[in-house]
């Protein structure tokens, strides 16, 4: 008799998509921030440990992407703006629901990226350079190394690469000989992990990069932002919050200079005039002085080159 392996049967498949079903629907009501990770290159154990990491703190949900958009579609219909999530769930994506600061989630995520082998076929996420140095290979093997455009040389019987080579361009394809040679040198070029694609937060979705903002660069972003709203609003003459205390000092010194050349004077102008008379009167006193001292240096100078002379002369 042939044994079979046991497998779920279709009432408790269905029982288990139902209940996932349930539970993303409590989750996306419960959570007000959602963040949609990619989970490319990770393995089971990993997600273990990121899941252990995020414990008491995020809920972590993976899932086949058939169940996860019927669970977004299904709850659009009370929370439409959910819909935004739907393309990117594509590939290997996992969902975090949190209510906690997501710029120490992203900083949490990234420090549980582990190290990872380079292999063929895999797009590189970033440069791969082999350093140089002894290698602990042999010389049988220096065709080898070569043949990737390794400078090396034997020293005491292996391979030591001469200087240090950039192997692979991010972005590049892995190959294999590239793939054996970083294996044989022990070296993990490679970090991986769940990566934040997207994020929902209050009802707002937008890119994982605006998690790479400082609270300074926000603050940057927004004084621009209103000193260009106050630039348009000047030129268009357009009464706006930023721009009104510039609309109305443009305003007054145009009432002042009319004030002064009309002769109709109103205490406030007068009173101003009257300042910028004094201040004028003590520029031009402060000029005078400095007049004064300028000419009389000289005068001494003089004095004191007839006394040296005289000084001088008194030798013979």
């Known amino acids: 008799m042939a044994l079979h392996k046991a497998g779920l049967s279709k009432e408790q498949k269905k029982a288990k998509k139902e209940a996932y079903l349930v539970k993303m629907k409590k989750l996306l009501e419960e959570y007000k921030q959602v963040v949609v990770v990619k989970c490319d290159n990770v393995g089971s154990s990993q997600f273990q440990t990121i899941r252990k990491e995020l414990r008491g703190t995020c809920e972590f949900v993976m899932g086949k992407n058939t169940l996860i958009r019927k669970a977004i579609k299904n709850q659009a219909e009370t929370q439409p703006e959910l819909e935004e999530l739907l393309p990117h769930i594509k590939g290997n994506v996992g969902f975090i629901f949190t209510k906690g600061d997501l710029y120490q989630l992203k900083a949490k995520l990234t420090e549980l990226k582990a190290p990872s082998p380079a292999k063929a076929g895999v797009i590189a996420p970033n440069d791969v350079i082999v350093p140089a140095g002894d290698t602990g290979l042999d010389p049988t093997q220096t065709n080898f190394v070569q043949a990737l455009n390794i400078a090396s040389k034997i020293t005491k019987g292996q391979i030591e690469i001469t200087s240090e080579t950039l192997l692979i361009k991010e972005g590049e394809k892995v190959g294999v000989s590239q793939a054996v040679l970083l294996q044989k040198l022990k070296i993990n070029p490679f970090k991986y992990g769940a990566v934040i694609d997207v994020v929902y937060d209050n009802g ?52 002042l200079g009319f004030s002064k050349e009309s002769g109709v004077v109103f205490p406030l102008a007068e009173k101003i005039f009257n300042n910028m008379t004094a201040v004028a009167a003590t520029a031009v006193a402060t000029e005078s002085k400095t007049e004064e001292k300028k000419e009389e240096a000289p005068a001494a100078k003089e004095e004191e080159e007839e006394e040296d002379f005289g000084g001088f002369g008194d030798l013979f």
């Open 204 to 255: 707002i979705v937008y890119d994982a990069k605006a998690l790479d903002l400082t609270e300074s660069d926000i603050v940057k972003k927004f004084q621009e932002g209103v000193q260009a709203a106050t630039a348009i609003s000047l030129a268009a003459n357009l009464p706006t919050e930023a721009a009104c205390p510039h609309l109305m000092l443009n305003a007054f010194q145009a009432l």
